[in-house]
């Protein structure tokens, strides 16, 4: 029985050597699980024609279903005179792959470059019913940087965010249905959308939650010795990564014996060295800067008793379902996304957005109470359950089927 054919849009850089194409670790997982759900899948992306990261990898070594996955590359166009130069080609290019697909799926989030939203554009003119998706709020985000950054930047982000705002509604609005990853996006967008729907997009597969044997080796071992705390993720000022080390310096100054690591590099790296220097906790923080092997990474999520972030924008990171599957409870600011993975067992606490002396108390607490961060390890590990890649993409290639 025929599955179709998916046309979709993925804004992960695609880069090309003399082997081949070039891509990152969870986008040739996305599109291999794509695979699984359709006969073929054409993905139009962004071709970078600077060198690939470290991280990228050729895509022919993912697995059979790649066979099935054809790349339509696009200029790489953020500039806004690059993106006018080749807006007409690419349109066009655009147009003949909506011809030849069964089902349209876009990812959006973006201005000029933003090869997703002239999708969604183009296949609401040729009147074929399609799917908007995306995974944050980007309008929101761009918004919030008015404020940080190099003045270019702020000046791009108070010149670019209304208009941004205003594009995103305007596609949901002519969407078929909305693929919105997460509650703060769904939250958002859900009233413009016609169809919404909340969704997940996740990359950590059933077989790499924690087990049942090592959630009680971290169960038992929490009650002795120093709070293991973690994170994983870019050190960039939407992750708030100040008010993290903060937060842990507030910690220490009561007293409170615990052991903390970043793991990510970003901006504002050299910005935590300096602000742990000056208060006092360089020595209980370790900078891991960014790890490559994945399992080490799920090695690091598994090794922290708590995970505590300080995410300050309207997204759906991965890197909260990523802590609860390994059976480590979140702990941070607010926010729909982190609220509603948690509202099911408890797997966390939560604060209000940029109260870091709430953040430090609730450490403090924790830090006290290791029988509840016990208790909240299995429940993290209960509200992490339902999340692994095969199912969310299952589930997201099921709707594209019932409603386009």
């Not at 554009?121 to 799917?131: D, L, S, V």
């Not at 615990?258 to 790296?269: D, L, P, R, T």
């Amino acid at each position: 029985m025929s599955k179709g054919n998916l046309l979709i849009y993925a804004p992960v850089p695609l880069y090309q050597n003399d082997s081949g194409y070039l891509l990152e670790d969870q986008a040739c997982n996305g599109l291999r699980l794509w695979a699984e759900n359709f006969d073929t899948v054409t993905v139009m992306i962004p071709l970078a024609e600077d060198t690939p990261p470290s991280s990228w990898k050729p895509v022919e070594i993912v697995g059979p279903n790649l066979a099935r996955v054809r790349f339509v590359p696009l200029p790489m166009s953020y500039r806004p005179d690059v993106f006018f130069k080749n807006y007409r080609a690419c349109r066009d290019t655009i147009r003949q792959e909506i011809d030849k697909a069964d089902y349209l799926s876009f990812s959006i989030g973006g201005l000029f470059g933003d090869w997703g939203s002239v999708a969604c554009y183009q296949a609401y003119r040729m009147q074929r019913r399609f799917a908007v998706w995306t995974d944050r709020v980007e309008s929101e985000v761009v918004r919030r940087t008015m404020t940080s950054g190099r003045r270019k930047e702020r000046i791009k982000a108070r010149l670019t965010y209304r208009p941004m705002a205003w594009l995103e509604r305007f596609l949901i609005r002519r969407a078929t249905i909305g693929l919105f990853h997460g509650k703060e996006t769904f939250d958002t967008y859900a009233p413009y959308c016609r169809q919404p729907i909340l969704v997940h997009d996740i990359h950590i597969s059933k077989a790499e939650h924690i087990t049942a044997g090592r959630l009680m080796d971290k169960i038992n071992a929490v009650a002795e010795g120093p709070l293991k705390i973690g994170y994983v993720g870019r050190a960039d000022p939407m992750k708030g990564p100040l008010d993290w080390v903060c937060a842990l310096a507030k910690l220490a100054q009561s007293g409170a014996s615990f052991e903390a690591f970043w793991m990510g590099e970003g901006s504002e790296m050299d910005a935590m060295r300096a602000a742990a220097q000056a208060q006092g906790v360089a020595d209980q923080i370790k900078f891991l800067g960014f790890v490559k092997d994945r399992d080490a990474v799920l090695e690091k999520y598994r090794s922290a008793d708590i995970f505590v972030f300080c995410h300050k924008t309207p997204e759906s990171p991965r890197c909260l379902i990523e802590a609860l599957v390994s059976g480590t409870p979140i702990v941070g600011y607010e926010g729909a996304f982190a609220r509603d993975l948690i509202s099911g067992h408890g797997g966390g606490r939560l604060v209000p957005l940029n109260d870091v002396d709430a953040l430090a108390a609730q450490l403090q607490e924790l830090a006290r109470d290791r029988a509840m961060v016990a208790t909240m390890m299995e429940n993290a590990v209960k509200d992490g359950e339902p999340y692994d890649d095969v199912s969310v993409f299952a589930h997201r290639s099921h709707v594209i089927k019932e409603y386009l």
